[in-house]
């Protein structure tokens, strides 16, 4: 297991999925990472669907269903066991490839899942994704960012545009997602997620005992597709 330092936040390196699910967070870890280095062609995968639209999901009888080279051959199967790893925990494991993301078009505040956001739940649970081709996801440290909502000329301007009691302002924010995104500062350095690697992060929910780790999609600067699992 190795660690990487950013400020006072810690992201853990670990070599197999075991520690991976085993590994709690807690103090200022709040992501880990199942470093790997894959075999097999993930991008003779991508080019085997061809879609309308900026997405599509792919399941497990789809990738069963494909005639590939040695190479893909040796990929499926890293994807497939993937799934039956995840599985096993009780979540469902979702395979994308997807062109772009749909852009928020909110004139002062992006909620998008380009944004630096965290995620959110009502039970204990943690958010597992892994890209396999194309552009990675980004993270930051927790403290090389702030909560959108808090920059005072955003606020103000969510304030302008709210029409309910104001008593209600911060359920308003919370209901609509606001709460959850985030600036990175000017400072800020960028993890990239990098290809291949399983990361867990830590969601937002009642149970957490760390703070919810901060992400985003990349903005699809290779011009490639992305071949993603998340769940």
């Known amino acids: 297991m190795t660690e990487i330092l950013t400020n006072s936040s810690k992201l853990l390196h670990v070599s197999n999925f ?14 880990l990472s199942w470093s790997r280095e894959l ?3 993930f991008e003779e995968i991508v080019n085997a669907f061809h879609f309308e639209g900026n997405m599509v999901e792919i399941d497990e009888e789809d990738l069963l269903g494909l005639k590939l080279s040695e190479a893909g051959q040796v990929a499926k199967e890293t994807i497939l066991s993937d799934f039956k790893l995840l599985s096993e925990l009780g979540v469902s494991p979702v395979l994308n490839i997807m062109t772009k993301y749909e ?5 002062f505040f992006s909620t998008d899942v380009y944004s ?6 009502p039970i204990a649970t943690d958010t597992f994704l892994c890209t396999y081709y194309g552009d990675a996801s980004e993270l930051i440290p927790n403290e090389d960012a702030i909560q959108k909502i808090q920059i005072p000329e955003i606020r103000e301007k969510l304030v302008q545009t709210y029409t ?15 709460d959850l995104h985030y600036q990175a500062l000017d400072a800020t350095k960028v993890i990239q997620a990098g290809i291949g690697h399983i990361w867990r992060l830590a969601v937002d929910h009642p149970e957490s005992k760390v703070l919810p780790c901060l992400h985003r ?11 993603m699992l998340i769940c």
């Not at 630096?116 to 739940?121: A, E, P, Q």
């Not at 309910?164 to 606001?178: H, I, P, Q, S, V």
């Not at 699809?220 to 992305?226: A, D, L």
């Open 164 to 178: 309910g009691k104001e008593a209600d302002f911060d359920a308003y924010l919370r209901e609509n997602f606001f």
């Open 18 to 31: 075991q520690d991976l699910i085993s590994t709690p967070f807690q103090g200022t870890t709040n992501a």
């Open 103 to 107: 852009a928020d078009e909110h004139p």
């Open 217 to 227: 999609a990349p903005k699809e600067k290779s011009g490639r597709k992305r071949l």
């Open 116 to 121: 630096f956001h965290v995620d959110r739940s």
């Open 39 to 41: 075999a097999g062609d």
